[in-house]
């Protein structure tokens, strides 16, 4: 075990200021695997958001991290005390093509701290600079982009989806150059690591096996101890690590977001979303969905995330086989017997999740027609995702009314024909109180999504008119998504025609 793993075990005096106690381990492992670099300095850093909630969680001083020293760290003007700063390197398939090395082009990570309930958490600056992974890149990041990652990281932390979170977006006082110049900002992105299949991808592809094995120890110490007690260890990381994507994605298609880039550079070891980018959530359910500006061939469309996924978990198998047996035909068949659940265990999470849609607490073996035929009738009606569940629940409580929710339907016969064989099903359900079985459903049908036309609207606020007040009140409705809120009925309103978005961009 090197020391950084031991680390784990017994954790070293955390290092610096009280702004953050610091306990790096990856900044351990052998130089390779990063560059030590500082960030760059910003002109007139700004704090635009602090987020309070995350930052108690962490166990951090909110007062200090809003004082003028804070903000100076959290934009990279000053390096706190203890902090290690590095960019980590990393390869990638991206839309099926592999890069043999990408890394952070605009991020530097400060190091690692332990919350208050003892789990460690990468603490990275995002848009903070060049480093030699940049390209011909600039190393900065547009206000909007940074917004846009905070609202849907915070939507899908209260949907109780894992993910990374932006713990503060600092306005830089410059301008970026896209399409036109643009706002500047610096994110303070929280995760649990910025481990990713890529980070495996680019050892495996130089043929640094015991690169791969480091990295393979490390993750494993750091997010699945429990393989440390299996036969294989790296078979049991392997599996881990495929459970908690299955796990993942179908969580996703719940709630129906689309990622918009799941190349294999942001698919996080650790199982949480990461790397936003064009992301969006259906309106209009349509499984063919694709908002992505840059996913012109529709390979991350909303239906296709499962089947990405395992493309992606295969990538990460490759890089495993020399761990999994000194023989290769074996460690193959080790790999593919590993591989094959993904689709079980995606299915299985899928449909427990929409039968709590559809507030069934047991499971009968024509769940899945029932479902694909509500389904159907949406895709034939254009119904709104979001709103065609959450109207639904309404109708499992003690007095309901069909009337607004079959409204949302053109052929009201189908429909009529639909929600009898629900109900015939619910009355096969043990006997409970109807007000329970609605609790349920209202709890796994959100009423507030970021929908993508009120995001827009936050994020040209904030860029056009440095007004943020609209960000903090999306935010405010979005921390409790499942609870009616008055005054909050605009938020849970699909768009109109004239406010439908239809593409989403990158920011990069």
Same mark, same amino acid.
């Given at each position: 075990?090197?020391?950084?793993?031991?680390?784990?075990?017994?954790?070293?005096?955390?290092?610096?200021?009280? =702004?953050?106690?610091?306990?790096?381990?990856?900044?351990?492992?052998?130089?390779? +695997?990063?560059?030590?670099?500082?960030?760059?300095?910003?002109?007139?850093?700004?704090?635009?958001?602090?987020?309070?909630?995350?930052?108690?969680?962490?166990?951090?001083?909110?007062?200090?991290?809003?004082?003028?020293?804070?903000?100076?760290?959290?934009?990279?003007?000053?390096?706190?005390?203890?902090?290690?700063?590095?960019?980590?390197?990393?390869?990638?398939?991206?839309?099926?093509?592999?890069? %043999?090395?990408?890394?952070?082009?605009?991020?530097?990570?400060?190091?690692?701290?332990?919350?208050? =309930?003892?789990?460690?958490?990468?603490?990275?600056?995002?848009?903070?600079?060049?480093?030699?992974?940049?390209?011909?890149?600039?190393?900065?990041?547009?206000?909007?982009?940074?917004?846009?990652?905070?609202?849907?990281?915070?939507?899908?932390?209260?949907?109780?989806?894992?993910?990374? /979170?932006?713990?503060?977006?600092?306005?830089?006082?410059?301008?970026?150059? /896209?399409?036109?110049?643009?706002?500047?900002?610096?994110?303070?992105?929280?995760?649990?690591?910025?481990?990713?299949?890529?980070?495996?991808?680019?050892?495996?592809?130089?043929?640094?096996?015991?690169?791969?094995?480091?990295?393979?120890?490390?993750?494993?110490?750091?997010?699945?101890?429990?393989?440390?007690?299996?036969?294989?260890?790296?078979?049991?990381?392997?599996?881990?690590?495929?459970?908690?994507?299955?796990?993942?994605?179908?969580?996703?298609?719940?709630?129906?977001?689309?990622?918009?880039?799941?190349?294999?550079?942001?698919?996080?070891?650790?199982?949480?979303?990461?790397? +936003?980018?064009?992301?969006?959530?259906?309106?209009?359910?349509?499984?063919?969905?694709?908002?992505?500006?840059?996913?012109?061939?529709?390979?991350?469309?909303?239906?296709?995330?499962?089947?990405?996924?395992?493309?992606?978990?295969?990538?990460?198998?490759?890089?495993?086989?020399?761990?999994?047996?000194?023989?290769?035909? /074996?460690?193959?068949?080790?790999?593919?017997?590993?591989?094959?659940?993904?689709?079980?265990?995606?299915?299985?999470?899928?449909?427990?999740?929409?039968?709590?849609?559809?507030?069934?607490?047991?499971?009968?073996?024509?769940?899945?027609?029932?479902?694909?035929?509500?389904?159907?009738?949406?895709?034939?009606?254009?119904?709104?995702?979001?709103?065609?569940?959450?109207?639904?629940?309404?109708?499992?409580?003690?007095?309901?009314?069909?009337?607004?929710?079959?409204?949302?339907?053109?052929?009201?016969?189908?429909?009529?024909?639909?929600?009898?064989?629900?109900?015939?099903?619910?009355?096969?359900? %043990?006997?409970?109180?109807?007000?329970?079985?609605?609790?349920?459903? =209202?709890?796994?049908? %959100?009423?507030?999504?970021?929908?993508?036309?009120?995001?827009?609207?936050?994020?040209?606020?904030?860029?056009?008119?440095?007004?943020?007040?609209? =960000?903090?009140?999306?935010?405010?409705?979005?921390?409790?998504?499942?609870?009616?809120?008055?005054?909050?009925?605009?938020?849970?309103?699909?768009?109109?025609?004239?406010?439908?978005?239809?593409?989403?961009?990158?920011?990069?």
């Amino acid at each position: 075990m090197t020391g950084s793993m031991q680390d784990f075990i017994t954790p070293k005096t955390p290092n610096g200021d009280d =702004l953050f106690a610091f306990t790096n381990t990856y900044a351990r492992l052998p130089e390779r +695997f990063f560059v030590k670099l500082s960030p760059s300095p910003v002109a007139e850093p700004t704090l635009v958001y602090l987020n309070t909630t995350l930052a108690d969680e962490l166990g951090l001083d909110v007062s200090r991290l809003a004082s003028p020293e804070g903000v100076a760290a959290l934009s990279g003007n000053r390096v706190p005390n203890g902090s290690e700063p590095i960019s980590q390197v990393y390869a990638g398939h991206q839309f099926g093509f592999f890069t %043999p090395q990408l890394g952070d082009g605009r991020a530097h990570l400060l190091g690692e701290i332990i919350d208050r =309930l003892g789990a460690r958490s990468d603490i990275q600056l995002k848009g903070s600079g060049r480093t030699p992974y940049s390209r011909r890149g600039d190393g900065r990041a547009a206000l909007g982009p940074m917004l846009r990652e905070l609202v849907i990281g915070e939507a899908m932390h209260s949907f109780g989806i894992r993910t990374t /979170r932006a713990l503060a977006v600092v306005a830089t006082g410059e301008r970026v150059r /896209r399409e036109c110049l643009l706002p500047g900002a610096v994110m303070t992105r929280v995760a649990a690591s910025h481990i990713r299949v890529g980070t495996f991808q680019y050892f495996a592809a130089r043929q640094d096996t015991e690169a791969v094995r480091v990295l393979a120890d490390y993750s494993i110490a750091r997010h699945y101890p429990d393989c440390l007690k299996a036969e294989n260890r790296y078979l049991s990381f392997l599996d881990q690590v495929i459970s908690s994507q299955a796990e993942l994605v179908a969580q996703w298609l719940l709630v129906g977001f689309i990622h918009g880039v799941m190349n294999t550079d942001n698919m996080a070891i650790s199982g949480e979303t990461i790397d +936003f980018g064009p992301c969006a959530f259906m309106d209009t359910y349509d499984p063919a969905t694709v908002f992505s500006s840059v996913d012109e061939m529709g390979r991350y469309a909303y239906t296709n995330q499962p089947s990405i996924a395992h493309w992606n978990l295969t990538r990460f198998a490759e890089c495993l086989l020399p761990l999994l047996d000194a023989d290769v035909t /074996r460690a193959v068949e080790l790999a593919k017997e590993a591989l094959a659940t993904f689709a079980p265990r995606f299915e299985a999470a899928h449909l427990a999740g929409q039968r709590r849609k559809l507030g069934l607490l047991s499971a009968r073996d024509d769940d899945r027609s029932l479902i694909g035929e509500l389904l159907g009738l949406m895709i034939d009606a254009k119904t709104d995702y979001t709103v065609t569940f959450r109207a639904l629940a309404y109708l499992a409580g003690p007095e309901c009314d069909d009337r607004d929710f079959m409204m949302l339907f053109e052929d009201q016969a189908a429909i009529e024909r639909w929600l009898k064989a629900w109900r015939a099903r619910l009355a096969e359900e %043990p006997a409970g109180d109807p007000a329970n079985r609605q609790a349920m459903m =209202l709890a796994a049908n %959100p009423i507030y999504i970021p929908r993508n036309h009120l995001v827009e609207e936050v994020l040209s606020a904030a860029e056009r008119e440095n007004d943020f007040e609209p =960000l903090q009140k999306l935010l405010g409705v979005l921390a409790t998504p499942f609870d009616e809120q008055p005054g909050a009925e605009r938020y849970a309103m699909p768009p109109r025609p004239e406010e439908v978005v239809h593409q989403t961009f990158c920011g990069t």
